[in-house]
């Protein structure tokens, strides 16, 4: 008797084993594999359906729905949605003035028109396309609110509410991507001077919390620009914003670029093409896919990041919120406030969740 | 120093060495270098590992500065003390390269590899581009892959795209280094074949390679490399069956011996 390990004919590809569980078998695998850990998925089940209950009770059993002043809630034991009903609209958008709301409408609805777009997106091709949207669009949606020529001026002091918080995410994205490349690309210039420049502006403005940029651009800023100039606290704030922002752009660019082989750029400049050629055709292209996660992060982070401007005193969705609670109307309650942040806490899950799930689904598809 | 003759006349070298000296760091890679090409000749360079081969190559087309000497390639005279963007730009207009690791672009298409170095880096009109681009996918046998990604190849048929990537920029020479090395050995045969052929049309190259039977066959000469220096040039039967140094015997010797 002898062993085979030759096998004599050529096999045929088989179909894998079948192996039937059952759902019991199933379930029981999935929270009691352990009696410690169906102890703990039994915990967990508990405070989970305990907090749940809690919230839900809070927000719709206990809830106080209609009213117009701070007595419809009274008792601190519910929500108060009355108020989120009576002041929704200076909340999306501050005191733009009534006759021109069109205009924020339309800002509005081309904003969600763009974001189900770039969101609901399922090829990474049209690349180029979103990272055009996320500059054009928000050139386009300023020259709309702002007006002139033959639409009436409405100036920035009156825009407010999430309306605002829109303007200055996408007017932060349209700078601070734009000058994080130029940056990232200032690290690797040839000329000492502005690779550290570049380099000093990226680490220092790394170094120093959001919130203190934001201070100093809104008290010092005004000091270093030339007499006359006048901007006001929105722009000192989308400058803070963009020149923050840009620092943690140039070092996810940094990563990008540094990602891509020197073959690319030695067969770039076999093939003939210039250095300037060489960088725009195949290195950008290939870094800037590369990095893309991260820099839906850093946007979804400028955008939780707006809430800041209430603090500057800008009327932004939080400021409208926290200026509603204020009002004579509505003071004295504090499930005021707290249903007010719930909503803000809803507004910006809905914004940030879908730009989420786009950078994750970008993630799967490499 | 020699004078360099014009270029104006048929049989001038298209490439022109003269004591081309290169250091990386303290480490003397290329040590008075003297090589003439003339048009349409085909030089195999061999050597052990790390005898600046590669080296060799990669200065001819100026990817790698040299300290010292003087390069002539298709009529661009370059010093040592003047190598220039420019001068790489108009070096690289005249020379092909092909890669170990074929250096496709792997955000482009086969197709686009092709046009992207003519529309522009030579600034051909798009059409022609195209065309110059199918009509060396035809050379290369890899006509119906024109839309395919680079990954979506096999080894063998992304070196051929290479080789056609090359040619689209009308090369008066072709610069091959180690185009085999990191190719399975099933598919070395393809890629060689086309280099073959091209050897046959009259296109001038310089290929770095450890096929020795390549060398034999295709080689008008041989040029051996033994630390930075070129030790032994001469015709493929005398390299291969009266090697002069002992360096190249001993070289020659441990590659029959397995």
């Given at each position: 008797?002898?062993a085979?390990?030759v ?19 199933r379930?029981r695998?999935m ?15 508990v405070?989970f ?10 927000a ?19 929500a ?19 006759g021109?709301?069109?205009r924020a ?7 969600a028109i763009?974001?189900t ?12 396309q ?21 639409l ?5 002091t ?14 932060t ?16 210039s ?30 010092l ?20 914003f ?8 140039a070092?996810?660019?940094r ?14 400049t ?10 725009r055709?195949?290195v ?36 409208a ?5 204020k ?6 309650e504090?499930?005021i ?30 | 120093?020699?004078?360099v ?8 070298a ?10 990386y ?9 003297d ?16 005898s600046?081969?590669s080296?060799?190559v990669?200065t001819?087309?100026?990817?790698e ?10 009529g ?20 092909g ?14 197709l ?7 529309v ?16 060396y ?8 892959h ?6 979506q ?17 009308r ?10 090395a ?9 890629v ?22 390549f ?11 033994d ?21 190249l ?5 441990q590659?029959?011996?397995?």
């Amino acid at each position: 008797m002898t062993a085979h390990f030759v096998s004599p004919v050529l096999i045929d590809a088989r179909h894998p084993p079948v192996v039937s569980v059952t759902v019991a078998h199933r379930l029981r695998r999935m929270w009691l594999a352990t009696p410690a850990m169906g102890l703990l998925s039994v915990a967990l089940l508990v405070v989970f359906a305990l907090c749940g209950w809690h919230l839900f009770e809070w927000a719709f059993l206990d809830a106080h729905w209609r009213g117009s002043a701070s007595d419809a809630c009274s008792g601190a034991d519910g929500a108060c949605w009355a108020f989120v009903i009576a002041r929704w609209k200076p909340w999306l958008v501050g005191n733009y003035p009534s006759g021109e709301l069109w205009r924020a409408w339309v800002a509005f609805g081309a904003f969600a028109i763009f974001w189900t777009w770039v969101v609901r997106r399922s090829h990474s091709a049209s690349l180029r396309q979103v990272l055009l949207g996320f500059v054009l669009l928000p050139m386009g949606l300023f020259a709309l609110l702002l007006g002139g020529g033959p639409l009436p001026f409405v100036a920035p002091t009156l825009w407010g509410g999430l309306l605002l918080t829109m303007v200055v995410t996408l007017a932060t994205f349209a700078s601070a991507l734009p000058a994080g490349l130029c940056l990232a690309l200032g690290r690797r210039s040839r000329l000492p001077i502005v690779r550290a420049l570049s380099g000093t502006f990226v680490e220092g403005m790394r170094s120093i919390p959001l919130l203190a940029v934001l201070f100093i651009a809104a008290t010092l800023l005004p000091l270093f620009l030339p007499a006359g100039s006048n901007i006001d606290l929105f722009g000192r704030a989308v400058i803070a914003f963009a020149l923050f922002n840009a620092a943690l752009a140039a070092e996810v660019f940094r990563g990008g670029l540094q990602s891509i082989d020197r073959g690319q750029l030695e067969a770039a400049t076999s093939v003939g093409l210039s250095d300037f050629a060489a960088l725009r055709l195949i290195v950008l292209p290939q870094a800037v896919s590369a990095v893309i996660p991260a820099l839906v992060n850093i946007m979804i982070a400028i955008i939780k990041e707006t809430t800041l401007l209430s603090v500057i005193g800008v009327n932004d969705l939080l400021g409208a919120i926290e200026n509603g609670a204020k009002s004579p109307d509505w003071m004295g309650e504090s499930n005021i406030l707290a249903s007010g942040h719930v909503f803000l806490a809803i507004a910006y899950l809905a914004l940030c969740l879908g730009l989420s799930r786009y950078s994750r689904r970008l993630e799967t598809q490499r | 120093m020699t004078a360099v003759p014009p270029s104006a006349s048929g049989d001038a070298a298209i490439v022109r060495l003269i004591r081309v000296n290169k250091w990386y760091g303290s480490d003397h890679a290329l040590r008075d270098i003297d090589l003439d090409v003339a048009p349409g000749e085909r030089i195999v360079i061999c050597g052990p590992s790390g005898s600046g081969k590669s080296t060799l190559v990669r200065t001819i087309n100026l990817l790698e500065p040299f300290q010292q000497g003087r390069i002539v390639v298709c009529g661009v005279d370059v010093d040592a003390s003047a190598i220039t963007r420019a001068a790489r730009l108009a070096v690289n207009r005249h020379v092909g390269m092909v890669f170990q690791q074929f250096n496709l672009f792997p955000h482009m298409t086969v197709l686009q590899n092709l046009t992207v170095g003519p529309v522009f880096g030579a600034r051909v009109n798009r059409s022609e581009a195209l065309e110059l681009a199918h009509h060396y996918l035809r050379r290369v046998g890899l006509t119906e892959h024109a839309h395919k990604r680079p990954a979506q190849l096999s080894g063998g048929q992304q070196q051929r795209v290479a080789i056609a990537r090359a040619l689209c920029t009308r090369p008066r020479l072709v610069l091959f280094d180690e185009p085999t090395a990191s190719l399975d050995p099933e598919m070395v045969n393809e890629v060689l074949q086309t280099m073959e052929s091209l050897a046959r049309e009259g296109m001038t190259m310089i290929v770095v390679t450890h096929e020795m039977e390549f060398a034999r066959q295709v080689a008008d000469r041989v040029v051996f490399m033994d630390r930075g220096q070129i030790i032994e040039t001469a015709s493929p039967d005398d390299f291969f069956d009266r090697p002069q140094s002992p360096r190249l015997q001993l070289f020659l010797g441990q590659l029959l011996a397995h």
